[in-house]
């Protein structure tokens, strides 16, 4: 076993680094004892390596987690946490001892891994392996966009540099390539992976399904690469940083070898250490073996906390001077260093929504992709932080800003970003890039892909970060290219995510609202949901309800005749509504009088009181629901006489119209079903 450097075996007293290494070691092992729950192999592997960025390189300020120009430190291996917190607690964060005692309890600040606005100093939420990586090249994004925005001669007030600190598991993950590659291709030279590559992960040895040059792999994406043989020589470490940090062009993986449970006499290098306490005798046998008092349990060492401590003074020093320099530049440059405050603040600037489009039945039928388009382009005029792309769709997604330059390599200022096809990556980019602040991130694809980008879109609900993502090509309506490219059950399932916000609006006026709302929405993610088809634009003269609606999540948009209860209620999203109005026309012809409802955002609508909800959907009148999505949700959300005509299989290769015919998406089958449902009330009654 290699324990080069336990204390037992050297004769010379601990230096103070030892023993602040130690300290993080057994804050670690006994928050995960004391918890009988957690993982504590990767802090005793990983711990030095840490430190010697923490005490040596990483600028914060444990008294200001948000001072905007601080290093971000991302634990990509979130299950790491119990390391990440005893950093936390003796560099000063708000985080109390009792806080590590109560490591994975209920309502505690130390949670089973680390949840972003939960613990001052937690950068981002991880543990789903690999999303942590690309949170930190959406930050190293952040961080050069703004800067690109920002600096201006003399005076550099965005340079700061984004760390992460990755396992075996986040670069075996598939997004770690995705990620990966792109800050390669953007030479993102601030951007530093330390790699603790300890070659044990859950089923056992790497040797098992990872046995790639990591090195190679990286140095191919464009990164600078490095190794470091023992992950315990912190100044070997610190050296590699510093080189690093020294290599402006290229983003860093420091490839660190690391031993999982290093110096438990029996779960060192195994994968007994990862994620399971060590257990009260092998925690004696540890602490011994590297010369730690075995009592008490969380031992903070004065010397050690004294050192670390000295962290606050660093912090609130640079923070200070960075202040004193903010001044100065706020004298130069007023209007840009306001807009700086407001950006970080995530504030709107006055005039935000001013000449935002109104669309005319002359200007149709317009796809909402396009409304889309032509929304972004007044928006973002107005605010410069809205910075975004697609995976390679721009010419369908219709999310770029025109004349706002594409972002690439030396061109930091452009605001059009080239995510290539990696969904995966962009979703979590986005977190990243939400994360850091500064920015209105927005990302596109079609809607059928958001199936590749849950992972992250799930993490920035839980989160609550401010994302946008744009999906189009909405339904099955979309046509020729087949139910590979039809979504189905997406709508279904986005809308399942708690905290995601989805909106899928009728026509071009319904878009622009929903814009409005996605960026007005600050406390987390918005998806739009747009058709590639063209739409009639409804009439803002005929349906003034429209503006106001929208932000209601649903609506009445066409009603029965004044004074008389509607018979049936059609209850329609996005493309839908249109078929609910002829279909209202077919009905009044044939003696029913129907209501239309428009329901832009399922989730929105269900946040309204019952009074608002009871009247645009009065208890006792049967719904017919029309959406092209899977009918799940629909008939437990509103009650049981209702009929849904929905799409329940996965769609087929045709024109978009003889798909949606042969679907049901007729004004006869709306008839029907209508009809086939009052009937079906009338016997229950
Ligand atoms: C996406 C994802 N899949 C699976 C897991 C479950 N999991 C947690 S840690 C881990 C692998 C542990 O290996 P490694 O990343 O090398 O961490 P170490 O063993 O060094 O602690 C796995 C599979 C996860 N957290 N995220």
Not at 23 to 47: E, I, Y
Not at 140 to 157: C, D, K, L, Q, S
Not at 255 to 277: F, L
Not at 554 to 568: F, H, K
Request: glycine residues 10%; proline residues 7%.
């Amino acid at each position: 076993m290699a324990h080069s450097m336990t204390l037992s075996t050297t004769l010379a007293p601990p230096t103070l680094d030892e023993i602040c290494i130690n300290t993080l070691r057994f804050l670690a092992v006994d928050m995960v004892q004391k918890a009988n729950s957690g993982h504590p192999g990767l802090p005793l592997g990983s711990a030095a390596m840490a430190y010697a960025l923490w005490d040596r390189l990483l600028k914060f300020n444990p008294r200001d987690p948000l001072w905007p120009d601080r290093d971000r430190f991302v634990l990509s291996a979130g299950h790491g946490c119990a390391l990440l917190y005893a950093l936390l607690h003796v560099t000063g964060f708000d985080l109390p001892l009792e806080e590590l005692e109560r490591f994975r309890q209920w309502g505690s600040r130390t949670p089973g891994h680390p949840e972003y606005g939960k613990t001052a100093g937690v950068e981002a939420t991880t543990g789903p392996l690999g999303q942590g990586l690309a949170n930190a090249v959406g930050m190293a994004i952040a961080e050069v966009a703004m800067a690109a925005r920002f600096n201006r001669p003399g005076h550099t007030i965005v340079n700061h540099y984004t760390y992460a600190l990755a396992s075996d598991g986040d670069l075996e993950e598939g997004i770690s390539s995705e990620a990966g590659s792109d800050a390669g291709h953007l030479r993102l030279g601030k951007l530093i992976v330390l790699y603790a590559n300890n070659h044990i992960t859950i089923e056992g040895n790497t040797e098992l399904a990872f046995t790639e040059d990591r090195m190679a792999r990286f140095a191919a994406f464009g990164w600078h690469v490095q190794q470091i043989e023992q992950g315990n020589d912190i100044e070997a470490v610190a050296s590699a940083l510093k080189a690093a940090r020294e290599e402006t062009g290229r983003p860093s993986l420091i490839q660190v070898r690391t031993h999982i449970g290093y110096g438990s006499p029996h779960k060192q290098d195994t994968a007994a250490a990862h994620g399971e306490p060590l257990g009260v005798e092998e925690v004696r046998l540890t602490k011994e073996a590297l010369g730690w008092p075995v009592e008490p349990p969380f031992h903070v060492p004065e010397e050690a906390l004294e050192h670390f401590r000295k962290a606050v003074v660093r912090g609130n020093t640079a923070q200070a001077e960075w202040e004193l320099h903010f001044e100065v530049f706020a004298k130069e440059h007023p209007d840009l260093a306001a807009d700086f405050q407001r950006v970080i603040h995530r504030r709107l600037p006055k005039g935000w929504d001013a000449n935002l489009p109104t669309f005319t039945p002359a200007d149709g039928p317009m796809a909402t992709r396009i409304a889309s388009g032509k929304t972004i382009a007044v928006l973002a005029s107005h605010l410069p932080e809205m910075m975004g792309g697609s995976a390679d769709l721009d010419p369908s997604t219709h999310t770029s800003i025109d004349g706002a330059g594409s972002f690439e390599p030396e061109s930091w200022a452009g605001r059009n970003m080239h995510f290539g096809i990696r969904e995966h990556a962009m979703g979590a980019i986005l977190n990243g890039m939400a994360l850091h602040r500064g920015l209105i991130p927005y990302g596109g694809t079609f809607l059928i892909f958001s199936a590749y980008m849950r992972p992250p879109m799930r993490l920035a609900a839980m989160t609550g970060l401010p994302v946008i993502y744009v999906f189009t090509h909405d339904s099955i309506a979309m046509g020729e290219d087949g139910p590979t490219h039809q979504p189905v059950e997406q709508l279904v399932g986005l809308r399942s995510i708690p905290g995601m916000v989805v909106i899928r609006p009728a026509d071009a006026n319904e878009t622009v609202a929903a814009w409005r709302m996605a960026i007005e929405r600050r406390e987390g993610p918005v998806a739009l949901v747009l058709t590639r088809q063209g739409l009639p634009v409804l009439d803002l003269a005929r349906y003034p309800g429209i503006p106001a609606g929208v932000p209601l999540g649903g609506y009445i948009l066409a009603d029965s005749p004044p004074d008389t209860r509607p018979d049936v209620i059609l209850v329609a999203t996005g493309s839908e509504v249109h078929l609910a109005l002829e279909g209202r026309d077919r009905l009044a012809s044939e003696g029913v009088q129907a209501r239309v409802v428009s329901v832009p955002s399922t989730n929105i609508f269900s946040m309204q009181p019952d009074r608002y909800r009871e009247k645009v959907l009065p208890p006792g009148v049967p719904l017919l629901v029309i959406e092209a999505g899977a009918s799940l949700g629909w008939k437990s959300y509103v009650g049981p006489q209702i009929a849904v005509i929905g799409v329940d299989t996965f769609g087929a290769s045709a024109p978009g119209p003889v798909v949606m015919q042969h679907h049901g998406f007729t004004v006869e089958n709306v008839s029907k079903q209508t009809h086939n449902l009052l009937r079906h009330a009338m016997e229950k009654s």
